[in-house]
């Protein structure tokens, strides 16, 4: 167990709709990082939250956005959603640049 | 710019003998490299880590991974593969620019499976 955990484990969804994905970093890690993996295009950083600022940005889409709370825990805001973006969504933290731990892992499906 | 190129996509080796992983990178700056499993249906565990300290470094459950900056690789070995092992491995780059901006580049994974 990684000590960072997010929910839900799986959802599942039409096209067209939102959702949010939530993460809890590990106690004491400021900086939460968000990925998506698929079969098609691997492993994706998308973005990084430190301290409840945008610190850097990957590939992420513009329909897709984040933001980090004062609590440290993080969302990803998927809107608009296609069949494409059915992935497994990963959020992971550290301390300041340390080494990533990464959560279970979100998967979802867009039908 | 920085990239990262895992040479195989897949490995298969005998339960008890060595595993070899190849990783290459190229990156503008003084790069840390990781290497990180991921077990079926499972978030990405940290196996070893190289910044700028030993070469040889050495990790969870008997890995070990060296750092050749002439080759631009890194590596993984195991002496003794176990059943245990057989995952997807990632060997991923990051690098920190002279403006501070962190930057992580994965590997597109390399599946590793065990014959027992």
């Known amino acids: 167990d990684s000590g960072v955990t997010q929910t839900p484990k799986h959802l599942i969804t039409a096209t067209g709709q939102r959702v949010t994905l939530r993460c809890s970093p590990r106690?004491?890690?400021?900086?939460v990082y968000w990925y998506q993996q698929s079969l098609d295009q691997g492993l994706q950083f998308l973005i990084q939250?430190?301290?409840?600022?945008?610190?850097a940005k990957g590939n992420i889409l513009e329909r897709f956005s984040a933001q980090q709370f004062p609590d440290l825990h993080s969302e990803l805001n998927l809107s608009s959603l296609e069949l494409g973006d059915s992935a497994l969504y990963f959020c992971a933290s550290s301390v300041a640049r340390g080494e990533q731990f990464f959560g279970p892992g979100t998967r979802l499906t867009v039908l | 710019a920085q990239s990262v190129t895992q040479l195989d996509s897949h490995v298969s080796v005998s339960e008890g003998t060595p595993v070899l992983l190849r990783c290459n990178y190229s990156s503008s700056y003084s790069p840390s490299l990781f290497w990180y499993v991921q077990h079926p249906n499972k978030g990405l565990q940290l196996l070893l880590k190289y910044t700028s300290a030993a070469t040889l470094v050495k990790g969870i459950n008997g890995f070990e991974a060296e750092f050749k900056k002439s080759e631009t690789s890194f590596h993984l070995t195991k002496p003794s593969a176990h059943m245990s092992d057989a995952a997807e491995y990632f060997c991923?780059?990051?690098?920190?620019?002279?403006?501070?901006?962190?930057?992580?580049?994965f590997g597109t994974g390399t599946r590793l499976t065990i014959i027992p």
């Open positions: 991923v780059v990051r690098a920190i620019s002279n403006f501070g901006n962190e930057k992580l580049t």
């Open positions: 106690s004491g890690d400021l900086s």
């Open positions: 939250y430190y301290n409840g600022e945008e610190r």
